[in-house]
């Protein structure tokens, strides 16, 4: 997955090798003007592929870390379509660069929930990350009203927490523990973890 863009760079090198074996003239091929001018619409079109392919790569990294700032409910961050005005190769590079570290650095938090451990323990106790039975969903028992409280975005989406990933549903806990709940959702098993 972190191949891209050694995959686009690599790319870029095949694109130059062809312009520069384009622009050897090809003996009884004609003039070598005509060569020149099909060897330069050669690489201009190559040119133009490379752009379009980092482009699509960009959106690719940008789509990824704004997934999992989401999963953090996190802002997005700002993204000034820069690859979509500029002509330079070199930026669009050098853009996809920033967006594949950002991606990575996104994902890491994401799985690095705060008070991991903490929810963790609490989850040994409550259920399945999956556990479908009413009133309580998932593997820290959310009811609908905490879904409703502090994960409208994935109750609408996605239903009820036990079809949330156990990322998502640590980080609604963690959304709920932020806003001054602390660990009272689970007075009990908080309690067994050493929590309260």
Same mark, same amino acid.
């Given at each position: 997955?972190?191949?891209?863009?050694?995959?686009?760079?690599?790319?870029?090198? &095949? &694109?130059?090798?062809?312009?520069?074996?384009?622009? &050897?003239?090809?003996?009884?091929?004609?003039?070598?003007?005509?060569?020149?001018?099909?060897?330069?619409?050669?690489?201009?079109? /190559?040119?133009?592929? %490379? %752009?379009?392919?980092?482009?699509?790569?960009?959106?690719? !990294?940008?789509? !990824?870390?704004?997934?999992?700032?989401?999963?953090?409910?996190?802002?997005?961050?700002?993204?000034?379509? +820069?690859?979509?005005?500029?002509?330079?190769?070199? =930026?669009?590079?050098? #853009?996809?660069?920033?967006?594949?570290? @950002?991606?990575?650095? /996104?994902?890491? #938090?994401?799985?690095?929930?705060?008070? %991991?451990?903490?929810?963790?323990?609490?989850?040994?106790?409550?259920?399945?990350?999956? =556990?479908?039975?009413?009133?309580?969903?998932?593997?820290? *028992?959310?009811? #609908?009203?905490?879904?409703?409280?502090?994960? /409208?975005? +994935?109750? @609408?989406?996605?239903?009820?927490? =036990?079809?949330?990933?156990?990322?998502? *549903?640590?980080?609604?806990?963690?959304?709920?523990? @932020?806003?001054?709940?602390?660990?009272?959702?689970?007075?009990?098993?908080?309690?067994?973890?050493? +929590?309260?």
């Amino acid at each position: 997955m972190r191949e891209r863009p050694s995959r686009l760079l690599a790319l870029a090198a &095949v &694109v130059a090798a062809a312009a520069v074996t384009a622009f &050897v003239a090809v003996p009884g091929a004609g003039t070598a003007g005509a060569d020149a001018a099909k060897a330069r619409r050669v690489a201009v079109q /190559a040119r133009e592929v %490379l %752009l379009e392919r980092t482009r699509l790569e960009i959106r690719r !990294e940008r789509n !990824e870390a704004w997934r999992w700032l989401a999963v953090m409910s996190a802002p997005p961050t700002p993204y000034a379509s +820069l690859a979509e005005r500029t002509r330079s190769l070199r =930026d669009n590079l050098r #853009l996809l660069r920033l967006w594949t570290r @950002r991606a990575a650095h /996104a994902r890491w #938090l994401a799985h690095h929930p705060p008070r %991991l451990r903490a929810w963790l323990c609490i989850h040994r106790y409550e259920g399945a990350w999956n =556990d479908p039975n009413p009133p309580y969903y998932g593997g820290l *028992q959310m009811d #609908l009203a905490f879904m409703r409280a502090y994960g /409208a975005g +994935l109750l @609408r989406r996605k239903g009820t927490a =036990d079809h949330w990933t156990p990322l998502e *549903q640590m980080w609604v806990a963690e959304r709920a523990y @932020r806003s001054g709940r602390g660990f009272s959702p689970w007075p009990n098993t908080a309690r067994w973890c050493g +929590l309260i």
